[in-house]
């Protein structure tokens, strides 16, 4: 009977590791990046493709990470704009040119593991937090009175906050994150069970396990949460009241961690990352407003 059940033990613990690094690989591992159509509007397309200069940076582990500058001439103002999860950067443009229209110049960063940037496993925003901090010192290298400010949506709302826990210049002057998530932890807790229904634990507990052996980090320390209470410039959260992807509530968490000047504006009837599609004159003059306030 004991070795019955030492054998038991021994095969649920290996089907747990199994299913556990499934699910990390499901999550983490690169996948195809959808490239965008450069069709949407002729303005929007010749804005980009015909201003768009590529910078890159060596990461740690000597990746090489790429970005796309659109410069606005005679502006000290700049937009490091961040894409979501499974995206890129030139899918960003739609939104990175609502600034280039208000007079920034425009900074379009490729997540690791995303478009033109290396990289095998996602980060989630957390080691994309320091490759954030690099792009505002090569921005500080051209124009040393840059005045920045950072944008995200989704994973990339969670990499601004993230980044905004870090020690930043005093050039980076606000910070605003539509539809970002508390920490991974919780967002791979909610998607296994959304998704797949399975239960959270103890899957995904190990399967953080597993993340800091092979992508650097555990799902519990890449949390904005707690690099947002660290945060001491302003902050705008964003965030769609019928959101399933990264739910509502998260929103009230972040936004209560935080310790800096801040304000908070939800959408009813939005869906994940549709806050400016369904409410547009709202949601930018929201952004409006704010850069107004917290920028020179």
């Known amino acids: ?80 704009v961040c894409h979501g999860y499974g995206c890129s950067s030139k899918m960003m443009r739609h939104r990175a040119k609502v600034f280039a229209d208000m007079g920034f110049n425009i900074l379009l960063p490729d997540a690791r593991a995303h478009g033109e940037s290396d990289g095998e496993m996602i980060g989630m925003g957390w080691p994309e937090r320091r490759d954030i901090v690099n792009w505002i010192y090569e921005i500080l290298k051209m124009d040393s009175d840059a005045e920045i400010l950072l944008f995200g949506e989704s994973m990339g709302a969670a990499t601004v906050m993230m980044t905004a826990g870090e020690v930043l210049p005093d050039n980076v002057k606000l910070v605003i994150e539509d539809c970002g998530y508390t920490d991974v932890m919780d967002e791979m807790n909610h998607t296994i069970r959304a998704k797949y229904k399975l239960p959270g634990f103890p899957i995904v507990p190990v399967a953080s396990l597993f993340a800091h052996f092979r992508a650097g980090y555990t799902f519990t320390k890449a949390s904005a949460v707690k690099q947002v209470s660290r945060c001491r410039i302003p902050m705008l959260f964003l965030h769609a009241e019928e959101d399933k992807v990264v739910p509502f509530p998260m929103v009230f968490k972040l936004y209560a961690a935080a310790r800096c000047e801040k304000e908070m504006v939800t959408f009813p009837g939005a869906g994940h990352c549709q806050c400016a599609e369904t409410d547009p004159e709202r949601y930018w003059g929201t952004i409006r407003a704010f850069i107004e306030k917290h920028m020179d």
């Open 1 to 80: 009977m004991g070795k019955k059940w030492m054998w038991g033990a021994v095969a649920a613990l290996g089907g747990l590791a199994v299913v556990s690094n499934i699910m990390l690989n499901t999550a983490l591992k690169r996948k195809p990046t959808v490239q965008p159509v450069l069709s949407e509007t002729e303005a929007l397309d010749a804005w980009f493709l015909e201003g768009a200069v590529r910078w890159t940076q060596m990461a740690r582990c000597d990746l090489r990470l790429n970005a796309w500058f659109v410069p606005k001439p005679d502006s000290r103002r700049y937009a490091i």
